[in-house]
C-alpha cells in the first residue's frame, strides 16, 4: 500500500521539475538545420563567418542572418556560408543576439565583442540540430529570481509530497 504515496510523490516531483524546464520555442527553439558563427568573439569592425547546414536535411532555401551588431546577410540556397563585418561602433564586451532563418524555421545563438577590458577566447559556436540550449557552462544571463522560483517550486512540492505520503501512512493504522 506503500507503493502509491510513493509514486504519487515521485510523479508531482517530476511535474515540478519538468515546468520550470523552457518550453521548446524559447531561446534558439528547434531548428531542423546547424548554424553558427565564427569567431564567436569578434573586435570591433571585424569579419565573422556565418554557416549554415546544408547536409542531411538541413536548410534547403535561402537563410537569412539578422543582429544589431551587423547588416543583414542572406546566405543563398547554393551556398553554406557567408560573410558579415561587425560595426565599428560595437560595444566592447557586450553581446549580442544572431537569428538564423532558413525555411521557415528561426534559431538564435551570440555573439560578443570583445574588448572593454575583459579577454576572450576565441571560440567557435556551433548549433547542430535541435535547442540551442546555453553556452556549454556559460554563467551569463543567469536570472536570480528564475532559479529561486524554480528551487522554490521544487521544494514546496517536495515538501507537499512529504506531508501528504506521512499523513496518509499515519492513517494507515500501522
Given at each position: 500500500?506503500?507503493?502509491?504515496?510513493?509514486?504519487?510523490?515521485?510523479?508531482?516531483?517530476?511535474?515540478?521539475?519538468?515546468?520550470?524546464?523552457?518550453?521548446?520555442?524559447?531561446?534558439?527553439?528547434?531548428?531542423?538545420?546547424?548554424?553558427?558563427?565564427?569567431?564567436?568573439?569578434?573586435?570591433?569592425?571585424?569579419?565573422?563567418?556565418?554557416?549554415?547546414?546544408?547536409?542531411?536535411g538541413g536548410c534547403r532555401g535561402r537563410a537569412?542572418?539578422?543582429?544589431?551588431?551587423?547588416?543583414?546577410?542572406?546566405?543563398?540556397?547554393?551556398?553554406?556560408?557567408?560573410?558579415?563585418?561587425?560595426?565599428?561602433?560595437?560595444?566592447?564586451?557586450?553581446?549580442?543576439?544572431?537569428?538564423?532563418?532558413?525555411?521557415?524555421?528561426?534559431?538564435?545563438?551570440?555573439?560578443?565583442?570583445?574588448?572593454?577590458?575583459?579577454?576572450?577566447?576565441?571560440?567557435?559556436?556551433?548549433?547542430?540540430?535541435?535547442?540551442?540550449?546555453?553556452?556549454?557552462?556559460?554563467?551569463?544571463?543567469?536570472?536570480?529570481?528564475?532559479?529561486?522560483?524554480?528551487?522554490?517550486?521544487?521544494?514546496?512540492?517536495?515538501?507537499?509530497?512529504?506531508?501528504?505520503?506521512?499523513?496518509?501512512?499515519?492513517?494507515?493504522?500501522?
Amino acid at each position: 500500500m506503500r507503493a502509491l504515496p510513493v509514486a504519487s510523490a515521485a510523479l508531482l516531483g517530476a511535474g515540478v521539475l519538468a515546468s520550470c524546464a523552457p518550453a521548446a520555442g524559447a531561446g534558439g527553439g528547434v531548428t531542423p538545420f546547424g548554424f553558427s558563427v565564427h569567431p564567436a568573439t569578434v573586435a570591433p569592425g571585424g569579419e565573422v563567418t556565418l554557416r549554415v547546414e546544408r547536409d542531411r536535411g538541413g536548410c534547403r532555401g535561402r537563410a537569412t542572418v539578422e543582429s544589431r551588431v551587423f547588416d543583414t546577410v542572406t546566405i543563398p540556397r547554393t551556398e553554406s556560408s557567408a560573410k558579415a563585418v561587425v560595426y565599428r561602433d560595437a560595444r566592447p564586451g557586450t553581446s549580442y543576439e544572431v537569428t538564423f532563418t532558413c525555411d521557415g524555421a528561426r534559431g538564435t545563438t551570440r555573439i560578443t565583442i570583445a574588448g572593454g577590458g575583459h579577454t576572450y577566447p576565441p571560440s567557435p559556436t556551433h548549433h547542430p540540430k535541435g535547442v540551442h540550449a546555453g553556452e556549454g557552462g556559460s554563467i551569463a544571463g543567469l536570472d536570480p529570481a528564475r532559479i529561486g522560483l524554480g528551487a522554490l517550486l521544487v521544494a514546496g512540492s517536495l515538501g507537499a509530497a512529504h506531508r501528504l505520503t506521512r499523513r496518509r501512512s499515519a492513517g494507515d493504522g500501522s
